[in-house]
Nanobody
Framework: QVQLVESGGGLAQAGGSLRLSCAASGRTFSNDAMAWFRQAPGKEREFVAFSTWSGGRMYADSVKGRFTISRDNAKKTVNLQMNSLKPEDTAVYYC????????????????WGQGAQVTVSS
C-alpha cells in the first residue's frame, strides 16, 4: 500500500511564495511518476506539474515559469516550489503517484495524498 502525505502550503499574499512537499512510503519510489494536481472550490481537479522517474518535468501553462517540481528519490519526496503566486492559484493541492509513464490526467494516477490548502490573497 502506498501512502502519500503532503505538507506545507498555507496562506500567502499575491506575488509571494510557498512550498509543498509530498512524502511517499510503502513502495519503490524511483520508478514512479509523481505529480501535483489542484482543485479550486466548484472546479474540477486539474493538472499542475509532473516529474517522471527519469527526471523529466512538465507544467500546466498556467504555472509555467512560476512553479518548479523537484524530487529526491533517496528521500522519497517530491516538492512543488510556488513563486509569484496569484489569487487564482488558491486551491487544495494534491500529490499523486503512478507506476511508469507520467500523465496529466487524474484518471491515470493510482495513489493520492490527502491534499494541502494553498490560499493566495490579493
Amino acid at each position: 500500500q502506498v501512502q502519500l502525505v503532503e505538507s506545507g502550503g498555507g496562506l500567502a499574499q499575491a506575488g509571494g511564495s510557498l512550498r509543498l512537499s509530498c512524502a511517499a512510503s510503502g513502495r519503490t519510489f524511483s520508478n514512479d511518476a509523481m505529480a501535483w494536481f489542484r482543485q479550486a472550490p466548484g472546479k474540477e481537479r486539474e493538472f499542475v506539474a509532473f516529474s517522471t522517474w527519469s527526471g523529466g518535468r512538465m507544467y500546466a501553462d498556467s504555472v509555467k515559469g512560476r512553479f518548479t517540481i523537484s524530487r529526491d528519490n533517496a528521500k522519497k519526496t517530491v516538492n512543488l516550489q510556488m513563486n509569484s503566486l496569484k489569487p487564482e492559484d488558491t486551491a487544495v493541492y494534491y500529490c499523486a503517484a503512478r507506476t511508469g509513464w507520467a500523465s496529466v490526467s487524474t484518471r491515470d494516477y493510482e495513489y493520492w495524498g490527502q491534499g494541502a490548502q494553498v490560499t493566495v490573497s490579493s
